[in-house]
C-alpha cells in the first residue's frame, strides 16, 4: 500500500520527518518497506525560459542555446532536440544533477562551445502525459508560461511528496486506506484524526426515480448507486493526478480518477458506469450464469461460472463485482450521466474469482482482504463531495442503498489484570485507555475491568488478546528490552527429551561419520521416472504427485531414497570428484491408494553410498550402524531391484523381515545414473529398528581357564559360505565353543576352479582346563562335519 | 699388601675412565673382577697374611671390589642408555602418512545446527515430536485460524496433492497435533522440512524449520522473550540479545517478529546485517486462543507461546553460507569443510 506524506497531512498534524515517521509504523506493526523520495533524483533541476538559440558553429545538429534562470542568471546550453523554440519554458539540469536514468550532469565543451548543463525531456524526470502534457513527448518537455524561472523542478512540478510504501498485514484491510494509515499514525502521536469532507450539494430529481437495484446474491451485503447527471468528462486537476501519480495510478479522466482517489484515500472501491449504457435503468447484483462471457477493461473476455458475482443490467453483465469492470458500459469522453456504485462483496467471493481467471485490481486487493459495511457509504459520500468539490456534475438526492441488516457494533469486556497476565509486563491504565481510545476503541476502565467498543472498520479486533496486542505495539515493544523474566519462572517444569526417532537417527548418523561418511541434504521430491531407472516393478512405482509443482524434476514425493544419492555421485563425477561417500538422512512417502484420499505412509531411512569401499568395507560400515541398535539379525541374499543379485544382502531377523538392504548398484541402474559400476549402495529403514532401539546386555563373568586355540583349514566349493562354515564349526564344538574367526582365504590351480581353502582360528573354553584329547576330539567333530555338511577336506 | 690394594684401585679408575664401548667394558670386568681378575688374585695372597690382619684386609679387599662393581654398574648404565637412545634414533617414521580408510566424515550443516537447536530446548524442558509431511489442509492451515480462501494464506505459496491434502508449508502443522493429543502442560519443538512453491538464491522449495510450543497455566510475552534469549545465546554466542517487532500470523495474538543481534557484529551494523545490527529470525507470539479452542485446549485456563523459524537460513548465518542451494548440492568439496 503506497500513501504519501502530504496525503496523511490532510488527515492528521505531523511534525516528525517522513524519516521518523517511517520509523514509528514500523515500530507500531505497518512496516514501512520502502520510503520513496519523488524528488531524490530532482536536485539541480530548475525552470529556464530559453531566449535565445543559435546554430553550433561547429555541428551541423547541435543548437547552442541562450537560457534565462531568472534571478538565478543565464546559462548557456548546447543540444540536439528539436522541439524546442526560442521563448519555451523547459527544465534544466545543471552541474550536480544526477537524474533518474543514472545520467550525472557536468560541464562540458561540445565540439568546443561550453555547455552548462541538459534540458530534460519528461522521461528524465520519471513522470509522463498523465502527470503533465508534454511529458510522453519524444524530446523535451516543454513547460507552462506561468512557471516560475529559476524555480526547483520538484516544487514546480509539486514533485516533493514522499511516498510510504507500506506492507499491510492481512489482519488489517482498514490499513489500505490513506486515512486508515493516518488513523494510526494518530494513535503513535496521539494526535486528533482531522474527518474527510462529505458535504456535497444535490439537486431536486431523486436517484431512486432513475436507476434501481436488485440484490439477488449473498455475496453482495450492501450495495449503494447514486446518480449524477449533466456530467462533463475532463481531465482531472493538477493536484489529484499529481496524488494518483505518485501512488502508481494513472489518470484517464475526473470521475475514474475521483473514483481512484477515494479507493486510495478510504480503502473503498467504487465503481461508475455510463447511466446510458445501464439497459433498464437497473442495476442487478447476481450470480454468473454458467459460461456467461464479459469483455473487460483488460481487453481481454472471460467465460464465468456460477461461483463468480457479477453486476448487469436486465440483459448482460456489465462488471466482474469487485475485480474489473466491462467495456461496455465504462466511462468514454461522450459520457453524460454516471451511476456510481459502493457495494460491500464477500471477500471469499471476489479472492476466488480474481484468482480463477487471474486479474487482480486495486479493488479487488481490498475486496479480498475485507471492505466494512460502513466503509460503502463513507466512500460514496467522499465521492460525492469530490463530484461537487470539482464541479464534475448534478448530484440527484438520495443514495439508493440495499443492504442486509446492519452489523451490530462489537463490544469487548477483559480486565487490565489479563492484559498485563498476556503480555507479562505491566501497563499503568492511563496508557491502556489512552492508546486504545487514540485507535478508535472506545473504551472504559473501571476497577480494573476494561469495556470497549470495537469501531466498525476494526472487524479484527475481539477479545482481550487483540487489544493487548493493540496496546503493546503502540505502547512500544521495546518495553521488552528491559525484561529479565527468569526462565519460565511461573510454569510447570517439564521434562525434555528427544524422541525415539531423532535419539537412533544421531546414533545411526555418527556411526557413519565415524567410517567416513559425508551427510548429504536431499530434496524428497523427484522426477516421476525414477522407478524406471532405478529398475523397480512394485508399488514403489506408485508416487505422490504435487498438482501446482515448480518443474517436472521436483514433482513427485520419493518412494525409495536411492535415487537421491545415486543423484548426487553423478553430481559429484560431473565436477571431478570421483571419491564420495555419502549418507541422507529423510522420508520415503508410499501413497494406499492414487488419487490420494489419505494420507501416505512417510518411513524414515538412512541411505549411504560409497565410491570408495568394496563389498566388504561396505558392509561393515551398515553393520557399524545397524549395530547401533539391538537388532538381532542375519544376512541373507537381497532381492532390491537396484541392486546387483550377486553382490547385495539384505538385513533380516529370523522372521525374514527385511531391516535393511546393501550392495553393489545393478549395472543397469549405475549406467542409468551414469555412476561408476562399483558403485555401493544401502538403506536402512530406520522405523522397523526403533523396536530395536535400546540394546541391552547380559554380561557372563570371564573363565578363569585359559582358552585354548586351534587353526583349520578346510578346502570347499566357492559356493559353500563362510556364514554356514562358521555355523557348522560352533555347532559341532558344542558347550566348549568360544570364538572362531576366518583368517586366510586361498586359492589356486593347486586347489582346482571352483574350489578355496579356508582357515579358520577356533578357540575352546570351558569352566575347567581342557585336555589335550578333549580338544582333539572336538577337532575331529568339526571336520567330521564340515565334510559331511559341506563336502570339506582338510588342506 | 694395603699399598697394593690401592694401587690397584686408582689403576682401576683410571683405566674405567678410559672404557668407551662394552666391549672393554666387559673386557675391564673380567681383568679385575672375573675369576682369574687382579681383585681375586689379591684375595689369594691373603693366606700369606698374618690372621689378625685377615679381617681388616679382607674388609679392605671388599670394599675396593663394591667401588670398581659400582663404577662398571655406572659405566653399564650408560652404556645401555646410549645404545637406547641409538636404537630409537633409528625407528623414525613419517608422521603425516595418512592412515587410509580411517578418516572422520562430517555431519551436514543444517544437522548441526538441528543437533544444537534441539539439545538447547531438550534442556529448557522441551519434548520433541514429528509430524508428517504430507499433511491434511486441516492441519496446516484450518486448525491454526487459516480458514480456505482467506487473505493470510497468500503469505505463503503452497504445494497441493489434493483440494485437501499438501506438503505442510510450516511445522506449525505439529501444533494443532500436539494439542489435540497431548494434555497440557507441555512443552514441544517440531524439527522437520517444509515445502514452499518458491526457489531463488534465498528461497528453496523445501527448506527446514523449527516449530516450538509451550501450554501452560501463567505463560506470557514475557517468559517467551526469556526463553528465546537462553535459545539464541546457546546458537550465536553468550552476548546475543533480541527484540520483538510487531507482526501477524493468524494463529498467535499478539504477534512478533523476533530480531536477533547480528552474530558477525553483535550489533554494531555490518555488511552481513546490511548495518542494522539485527537479522530478522523468528516469528512468535501468544497462541491465539481461538486455536487453542479450536484444537481442544481451554483457553480461560490455559495461554501458550509458540515461535518458529527457518533452520537452513541459521545454518547458513552460522557457517557463512550465503546461497541456500549449494546446501543441497551434496558437492564433496562443500561437505568436507565441516570436518
Known amino acids: ?795 | 699388601m694395603q699399598e697394593k690394594l690401592k694401587m690397584l684401585s686408582e689403576q682401576a679408575k683410571a683405566e674405567l675412565k678410559e672404557v668407551k664401548d662394552v666391549a672393554s667394558l666387559n673386557n675391564f670386568k673380567v681383568k679385575y673382577l672375573g675369576k682369574q681378575g687382579l681383585l681375586t688374585e689379591i684375595l689369594r695372597g691373603m693366606r700369606d697374611l698374618p690372621a689378625e690382619q685377615r679381617p681388616v684386609i679382607g674388609a679392605l679387599v671388599n670394599q675396593v671390589r663394591q667401588d670398581i662393581e659400582n663404577q662398571t654398574a655406572q659405566k653399564q648404565a650408560e652404556f645401555d642408555k646410549m645404545e637406547l637412545e641409538k636404537e630409537l634414533a633409528k625407528n623414525f617414521i613419517d608422521i603425516t602418512e595418512p592412515a587410509k580408510g580411517h578418516e572422520k566424515g562430517a555431519l551436514h550443516p543444517l544437522s548441526k545446527v538441528f543437533d544444537l537447536l534441539i539439545d538447547s530446548c531438550v534442556a529448557m524442558g522441551f519434548k520433541v515430536v514429528e509430524g508428517p509431511e504430507v499433511e491434511l489442509d486441516y492441519f496446516n492451515f484450518e486448525a491454526l485460524n487459516i480458514p480456505k480462501n482467506h487473505p493470510s494464506r497468500d503469505m505463503q505459496d503452497t504445494f497441493f496433492v489434493t483440494d485437501n491434502i499438501l506438503l505442510r508449508s510450516q511445522t506449525s502443522s505439529v501444533q494443532a497435533r500436539a494439542m489435540q493429543t497431548l494434555k497440557p502442560p507441555f512443552k514441544i519443538i517440531s524439527p522437520g522440512r517444509v515445502y514452499r512453491n518458491d526457489s531463488d538464491a534465498t528461497h528453496s522449495p523445501v527448506f527446514h524449520q523449527m516449530e516450538g510450543l509451550v501450554i501452560d497455566e501463567n505463560i506470557s510475552m514475557a517468559d517467551l522473550k526469556s526463553m528465546l534469549t537462553v535459545l539464541m545465546r546457546r546458537t550465536f554466542g553468550e552476548q546475543t540479545q533480541i527484540r520483538f517487532r510487531p507482526s501477524f500470523f493468524p494463529f498467535t495474538e499478539p504477534s512478533v517478529e523476533v530480531d536477533v543481534t547480528c552474530p558477525s557484529c553483535h550489533g554494531e551494523g555490518c555488511r552481513l546485517c546490511k548495518g542494522t545490527g539485527f537479522m530478522e529470525l523468528l516469528g512468535a507470539g501468544i497462541v491465539n486462543p481461538k486455536v487453542l479452542e479450536e484444537n481442544g485446549i481451554d483457553s480461560k485456563k490455559y495461554r501458550g507461546f509458540a515461535f518458529g523459524f527457518g533452520v537452513d537460513r541459521v545454518a547458513m548465518v552460522k557457517n557463512s553460507i550465503s546461497d541456500i542451494r549449494s546446501m543441497f548440492k551434496n558437492d564433496i568439496r562443500f561437505l568436507k569443510q565441516m570436518k
Open chain 1, 1 to 795: 500500500m503506497k500513501v504519501t506524506y502530504k496525503w496523511l497531512k490532510d488527515f492528521v498534524d505531523i511534525e516528525d520527518s517522513a524519516e521518523q515517521l517511517a520509523e514509528k509504523l514500523t515500530n507500531a506493526g505497518l512496516e514501512v518497506e520502502e520510503l520513496i523520495f519523488q524528488n531524490k533524483h530532482l536536485h539541480h533541476v530548475k525552470v529556464g525560459k530559453i531566449i535565445k538559440i543559435q546554430k553550433h558553429p561547429d555541428a551541423d545538429k547541435l543548437q547552442v542555446c541562450q537560457v534565462s534562470l531568472g534571478n538565478e542568471g543565464n546559462v548557456q546550453i548546447i543540444t540536439a532536440a528539436t522541439n524546442i523554440f526560442e521563448g519555451a519554458v523547459v527544465p534544466v539540469s545543471l552541474p550536480g544533477a544526477d537524474l533518474v536514468n543514472g545520467v550525472k550532469i557536468q560541464k562540458s565543451k561540445l565540439r568546443g562551445v561550453e555547455s552548462e548543463g541538459m534540458f530534460c525531456s519528461g522521461e528524465e524526470l520519471g513522470i509522463d502525459d498523465s502527470y503533465i502534457d508534454g511529458a510522453s513527448v519524444n524530446g523535451i518537455l516543454i513547460l507552462p508560461n506561468d512557471f516560475v524561472l529559476g524555480q526547483n523542478i520538484d516544487e514546480a512540478l509539486g514533485l516533493d511528496d514522499v511516498i510510504f510504501d507500506v506492507n499491510i498485514t492481512p489482519n488489517r484491510p482498514d490499513c489500505m486506506s490513506v486515512i486508515g494509515i493516518a488513523r494510526e499514525v494518530c494513535a503513535i502521536y496521539g494526535k486528533p484524526f482531522k474527518k474527510p469532507d462529505f458535504k456535497y450539494i444535490t439537486i431536486a430529481e431523486r436517484a431512486c426515480d432513475k436507476i434501481s437495484v436488485e440484490r439477488k446474491s449473498g455475496s453482495c451485503s450492501r450495495y449503494m448507486a447514486a446518480v449524477i447527471k449533466n456530467v462533463k468528462i475532463q481531465k482531472s486537476p493538477d493536484w489529484m493526478r499529481r496524488r494518483l501519480f505518485a501512488v502508481g495510478i494513472k489518470s484517464i479522466n475526473n470521475i475514474v480518477d475521483a473514483t481512484n482517489y477515494v479507493l486510495i484515500e478510504m480503502g473503498q472501491p467504487l465503481h461508475a458506469f455510463d447511466k446510458s449504457k445501464i439497459e433498464g435503468n437497473t442495476i442487478i447484483v447476481r450470480d454468473a450464469f454458467e459460461g456467461e462471457k464479459i469483455s473487460v477493461l483488460n481487453h481481454n473476455t472471460y467465460s464465468l461460472s456460477k461461483s463468480d458475482l457479477v453486476i448487469a443490467d436486465k440483459n448482460k453483465a456489465l462488471v466482474i463485482a469487485g475485480v474489473i469492470g466491462g467495456t461496455d458500459s465504462c466511462i468514454n469522453d461522450n459520457t453524460t450521466s454516471v451511476v456510481i456504485e459502493s457495494a460491500v462483496f464477500d471477500l471469499k467471493s471476489v479472492r476466488l474469482t480474481s484468482k480463477k481467471i487471474g486479474v487482480r485490481t486495486d479493488s479487488s486487493a481490498r475486496y479480498e482482504k475485507g471492505v466494512y459495511f460502513g466503509s460503502a457509504e463513507q466512500g460514496i459520500k467522499r465521492m460525492l463531495s469530490l463530484v461537487c468539490q470539482l464541479g464534475m456534475g448534478d448530484i440527484l438526492s438520495g443514495i439508493v442503498d440495499k443492504f442486509d441488516e446492519n452489523p451490530m457494533q462489537r463490544k469487548i469486556s477483559c480486565t487490565c489484570k489479563e492484559i498485563d497476565e498476556i503480555l507479562g509486563v505491566e501497563i499503568p491504565q492511563e496508557d491502556i485507555k489512552r492508546i486504545l481510545n487514540g485507535l478508535g476503541v472506545e473504551c472504559q476502565i473501571d476497577n480494573g475491568i476494561i469495556n470497549a467498543k470495537v469501531p466498525p472498520y476494526r472487524e479484527d479486533l475481539e477479545n482481550g488478546y487483540d487489544l493487548s496486542e493493540e496496546i503493546i505495539r503502540i505502547y512500544g515493544y521495546d518495553v521488552y528490552d528491559n525484561v529479565k523474566t527468569r526462565l519460565f519462572e511461573k510454569s510447570t517444569v517439564t521434562e525434555g527429551g528427544l524422541d525415539d526417532k531423532t535419539a537412533l537417527e544421531r546414533k545411526l548418523k555418527n556411526a557413519l561419520v565415524y567410517n567416513g561418511f559425508f551427510e548429504a541434504l536431499n530434496y524428497s521430491l523427484c522426477p516421476p521416472d525414477i522407478c524406471e531407472k532405478l529398475n523397480i516393478q512394485d508399488n514403489r512405482r506408485f508416487m505422490v504427485k504435487i498438482a501446482n509443482p515448480i518443474g517436472e524434476e521436483i514433482s513427485c514425493l520419493r518412494t525409495c531414497m536411492a535415487h537421491s544419492l545415486l543423484s548426487n555421485v553423478a553430481y559429484n563425477f560431473s565436477v571431478g570428484n570421483k571419491l564420495v561417500d555419502l549418507f541422507d538422512a529423510g522420508r520415503t512417502y508410499a501413497p494406499n491408494s492414487l488419487p490420494l484420499t489419505d494420507l501416505p505412509a512417510e518411513s524414515n531411512w538412512i541411505s549411504l553410498i560409497s565410491t570408495t569401499k568394496d563389498f566388504a568395507e561396505f558392509k561393515a560400515c551398515v553393520l557399524a550402524a545397524v549395530e547401533e541398535s539391538g537388532l538381532k539379525y542375519h544376512l541373507v541374499r537381497s532381492a532390491q531391484p537396484f541392486l546387483h543379485p550377486g553382490v547385495s544382502a539384505d538385513i533380516v531377523d529370523e522372521n525374514g523381515k527385511v531391516y535393511a538392504s546393501f550392495g553393489q548398484i545393478h549395472p543397469v541402474v549405475a549406467k542409468n545414473y551414469g555412476v561408476p559400476k562399483s558403485c555401493m549402495y544401502g538403506q536402512i529403514n530406520l522405523d522397523e529398528l526403533l523396536p530395536f532401539k535400546d540394546k541391552t546386555f547380559v554380561v557372563k563373568p570371564v573363565s578363569k581357564f585359559p582358552i585354548v586355540e586351534r587353526d583349520l583349514a578346510v578346502v570347499v566349493k566357492e559356493e559353500i559360505s563362510n556364514a554356514d562354515l562358521m555355523a557348522a564349526i560352533k555347532s559341532a564344538c558344542g558347550k566348549i565353543f568360544y570364538d572362531v574367526n576366518l583368517f586366510d582365504i586361498y586359492r589356486s590351480q593347486a586347489l582346482g576352479e571352483g574350489y578355496k581353502s579356508m582357515a579358520y582360528n577356533i578357540k575352546l573354553s570351558d569352566d575347567k582346563t581342557l585336555t589335550d584329547e578333549e580338544v582333539t576330539d572336538v577337532m575331529a567333530k568339526v571336520l567330521k562335519a564340515l565334510k559331511f555338511r559341506y563336502g570339506a577336506t582338510l588342506r
